[in-house]
């Protein structure tokens, strides 16, 4: 297959490898003195075959030997995000759900793929009113069984493996038990926020799995086994997911979410029996030389990410410094509009009506790129009007506690997946050695807005939450795969991914600097600047324009691959987590 090159890699990138020193007998089952691709600072990944880019080291490798063994993107992404699940539990999981994109370099098809939990059958709008009929205090609703919603994930898989998948599905799971079994090295990151979580110890599973018996985290370095979570993926690897939506796994998730002290939740035995992963179409906009495609609701990711690039299309960003008040400017702007239209409208379609097509419609967005002054700052945007009927949303808290892997394999298929929990280790509630979401907090507390409308992202039973999760798939005129990227980090994903298509298209830097590039965001609020970078100096320059501004520390986790022609993938993994790109 002949990828397009439409830009040269602006200088020479260090093709580093080295080998992996690594204890695990699955480790070792690798050819010796099998040489890895490894991010670094600064230098991009690069590979000629497939490629994996991941949040943690030991889902890179797992997804590698998949590619390896003649396995799809789909399944490199499966046995990564296995791996995922156990290595870096206060992100993503089996006890949560994803959103997968995925290309078919063959016949130049695209395929959204929903994993979203459900709220449980018994679920009202009412779910997170105290009994005065105020909302429930974030963190009242979050830690405990009632924001936990059906998990999605496993049937999501299954689903994309049944139809993209080439290696047996229970191979996949190989990886993943092996770790569990031989036991893992508690990392700094999950020590750190082991640490700092004040509600993790308060359940005993969860405390007698991540702290020692003196109630301290566990020490970067210890060897964490849990077999538990082994014995659940040997069932399913065995018996496929149906043996975590029925029977005994099933009947303890129920069990651990409905006999929570003080906090008990609604999930019941048939909201698992009766979840069902969905198949979606994707979204998609022409942006300059480009296709930019992303996921549809209920994630608000797609839309917004595709609002905002098109409306940047209406000016000239590569004539514009990287690291200039001008460039960023626009994007916050941009973004300012984008995420006005998206707290209106965006929620679940199968039970609202989302004008998506009058929201991507060019001529709407051309009226909108329009309000944009380059010298002055909206402030508070307006939503739009692309339909008469209004639904009105409340924006949500979205704590940033979720995953991004990218892959392609030899075939030049892509997987674009964005996995989560919800809250930095979801509910909190450890059940068989996963720990459960909170993904039911993503509702809108308030079924009504002060002036008595229906809000678009309240909650209703079967009802998936609204999301910014931002899978996000490049591709060229010739629907040729260009890139893959995504990101964790609550409603700031969208900011983080768009940032990095103006990085990675229009100022044309290689996928690990675009990563590396400062942040710079605005939710139709404060423009939030990242502490420590060179985004910080812009500061001045973007108040006197009229923005407020907010300089903090923004832990993203953008993992991506770009195909810079035949032959040639570029990986990147974000330094500001523990990820990393391995290809061949």
Same mark, same amino acid.
């Given at each position: 297959?002949?990828?397009?090159?439409?830009?040269?890699?602006?200088?020479?990138?260090?093709?580093?490898?080295?080998v992996?020193?690594?204890?695990l007998?699955l480790?070792?089952?690798?050819?010796?003195l099998?040489?890895?691709?490894?991010?670094?600072?600064?230098?991009?990944?690069?590979?000629k075959?497939?490629?994996?880019?991941?949040?943690?080291?030991?889902?890179?490798?797992?997804?590698?030997?998949?590619?390896?063994?003649?396995?799809?993107?789909?399944?490199?992404?499966i046995?990564?995000?296995?791996?995922?699940?156990?290595?870096?539990?206060?992100?993503?999981?089996?006890?949560?759900?994803?959103?997968?994109?995925?290309?078919?370099?063959?016949?130049?098809?695209?395929? !959204?793929? +929903?994993?979203?939990? =459900? /709220?449980?059958?018994? &679920?009202? %709008?009412?779910?997170? $009113?105290?009994?005065?009929?105020?909302?429930?205090?974030?963190?009242?609703?979050?830690?405990?069984?009632?924001?936990?919603?059906?998990p999605?994930l496993?049937?999501?898989?299954?689903?994309?493996?049944?139809?993209?998948?080439?290696?047996?599905?229970?191979q996949?799971?190989?990886?993943?038990i092996?770790?569990?079994?031989?036991?893992?090295?508690?990392?700094?990151?999950?020590?750190?926020?082991?640490?700092?979580?004040?509600?993790?110890?308060t359940?005993?599973? !969860?405390? +007698?799995?991540f702290? =020692? /018996?003196?109630?301290? &985290?566990? %020490?970067?370095?210890t $060897?964490?086994?849990n077999?538990?979570?082994?014995d659940?993926?040997?069932a399913?690897?065995?018996?496929?997911?149906?043996?975590?939506?029925?029977?005994?796994?099933?009947?303890?998730?129920?069990?651990?979410?409905?006999?929570?002290?003080?906090?008990?939740?609604?999930?019941?035995?048939?909201?698992?029996?009766?979840?069902q992963?969905?198949?979606?179409?994707?979204?998609?906009?022409?942006?300059?030389d480009?296709?930019?495609?992303?996921?549809?609701?209920?994630?608000?990711?797609?839309?917004?990410?595709?609002?905002?690039?098109?409306?940047?299309?209406?000016?000239? $960003?590569?004539?514009?410094?990287?690291?200039?008040?001008?460039?960023?400017?626009?994007?916050?702007e941009?973004?300012?509009?984008?995420?006005?239209?998206?707290?209106?409208?965006?929620?679940?379609?199968?039970?609202?009506?989302?004008?998506?097509?009058?929201?991507?419609?060019?001529?709407?967005?051309?009226?909108?790129?329009?309000?944009?002054?380059?010298?002055?700052?909206?402030?508070?945007?307006?939503?739009?009007?692309?339909?008469?009927?209004?639904?009105?949303?409340?924006?949500?808290?979205?704590?940033?506690?979720?995953?991004?892997?990218?892959?392609?394999?030899?075939?030049?298929?892509?997987?674009?997946m964005?996995?989560?929990?919800?809250?930095?280790?979801?509910?909190?509630?450890?059940?068989?050695?996963?720990?459960?979401?909170?993904?039911?907090t993503?509702?809108?507390?308030?079924?009504?807005?002060?002036?008595?409308q229906?809000?678009?992202?309240?909650?209703?039973?079967?009802?998936?939450?609204?999301?910014?999760?931002?899978?996000?798939?490049?591709?060229?005129?010739?629907?040729?795969?260009?890139?893959?990227?995504?990101?964790?980090?609550?409603?700031?994903?969208?900011?983080?991914?768009?940032?990095?298509?103006?990085?990675?298209?229009?100022?044309?830097?290689?996928?690990?600097?675009?990563?590396?590039?400062?942040?710079?965001?605005?939710?139709?609020?404060?423009?939030?600047?990242?502490?420590?970078?060179?985004?910080?100096?812009?500061?001045?320059?973007?108040?006197k324009?009229?923005?407020?501004?907010?300089?903090?520390?923004?832990?993203?986790?953008?993992?991506?691959?770009?195909?810079?022609?035949?032959?040639?993938?570029?990986?990147g993994?974000d330094?500001?987590?523990?990820?990393?790109?391995?290809?061949?």
């Amino acid at each position: 297959m002949h990828f397009s090159n439409r830009h040269t890699i602006p200088g020479m990138i260090a093709f580093s490898r080295l080998v992996l020193s690594v204890t695990l007998g699955l480790f070792l089952a690798l050819p010796p003195l099998v040489q890895e691709v490894q991010a670094s600072s600064r230098d991009a990944a690069l590979a000629k075959q497939h490629m994996i880019s991941a949040a943690n080291p030991h889902a890179s490798r797992a997804g590698l030997l998949m590619l390896r063994a003649g396995g799809s993107a789909v399944d490199a992404a499966i046995a990564a995000e296995l791996v995922l699940s156990l290595v870096e539990p206060q992100s993503s999981g089996i006890g949560g759900g994803a959103f997968m994109l995925h290309y078919q370099a063959s016949d130049r098809s695209l395929q !959204a793929y +929903d994993g979203r939990e =459900t /709220a449980p059958a018994a &679920a009202t %709008p009412e779910l997170f $009113l105290q009994a005065d009929g105020s909302p429930m205090p974030f963190w009242d609703a979050v830690v405990g069984g009632r924001a936990v919603g059906t998990p999605g994930l496993f049937r999501m898989m299954e689903l994309a493996h049944t139809e993209h998948g080439r290696l047996p599905w229970a191979q996949l799971f190989e990886p993943a038990i092996e770790l569990a079994e031989e036991g893992f090295k508690v990392s700094p990151r999950l020590h750190r926020l082991i640490s700092v979580d004040p509600y993790l110890k308060t359940y005993r599973n !969860a405390r +007698d799995y991540f702290y =020692t /018996a003196e109630g301290e &985290a566990l %020490p970067v370095g210890t $060897l964490l086994r849990n077999k538990p979570f082994a014995d659940v993926l040997r069932a399913v690897a065995e018996q496929g997911a149906s043996a975590f939506y029925e029977g005994a796994i099933a009947q303890d998730i129920v069990e651990a979410v409905r006999t929570v002290p003080e906090k008990p939740g609604l999930l019941a035995l048939d909201d698992l029996k009766n979840y069902q992963a969905r198949s979606r179409k994707m979204l998609c906009v022409s942006y300059r030389d480009w296709e930019i495609c992303g996921m549809p609701p209920p994630t608000s990711g797609g839309v917004a990410v595709l609002q905002t690039m098109k409306m940047l299309e209406q000016f000239e $960003l590569s004539d514009l410094p990287p690291d200039s008040a001008e460039l960023t400017h626009l994007i916050a702007e941009a973004s300012r509009l984008a995420f006005a239209d998206r707290n209106r409208y965006l929620a679940d379609t199968d039970f609202v009506s989302v004008p998506v097509e009058a929201l991507l419609d060019p001529a709407y967005l051309a009226r909108r790129a329009s309000l944009i002054q380059t010298d002055k700052s909206l402030g508070k945007a307006e939503p739009g009007l692309p339909e008469a009927e209004l639904a009105q949303t409340l924006l949500q808290t979205e704590p940033p506690s979720t995953t991004h892997l990218s892959v392609v394999d030899q075939w030049g298929n892509a997987v674009s997946m964005t996995a989560s929990v919800e809250n930095a280790f979801g509910s909190r509630v450890m059940v068989n050695g996963f720990l459960l979401n909170n993904q039911l907090t993503d509702f809108s507390f308030r079924p009504f807005d002060d002036r008595g409308q229906a809000v678009a992202n309240a909650v209703a039973p079967g009802k998936r939450p609204r999301s910014s999760m931002s899978p996000t798939l490049v591709l060229n005129r010739d629907k040729e795969l260009v890139m893959a990227i995504g990101s964790p980090g609550g409603s700031r994903i969208i900011g983080f991914v768009i940032k990095t298509l103006v990085a990675s298209l229009d100022l044309d830097m290689d996928m690990q600097a675009a990563i590396e590039w400062p942040h710079r965001l605005n939710r139709n609020g404060k423009t939030d600047l990242e502490a420590g970078t060179s985004a910080e100096k812009l500061k001045v320059s973007l108040e006197k324009r009229g923005h407020e501004i907010d300089v903090r520390a923004m832990v993203s986790g953008l993992h991506g691959i770009r195909v810079r022609g035949q032959n040639h993938l570029e990986g990147g993994a974000d330094p500001r987590r523990e990820g990393i790109a391995l290809g061949d």
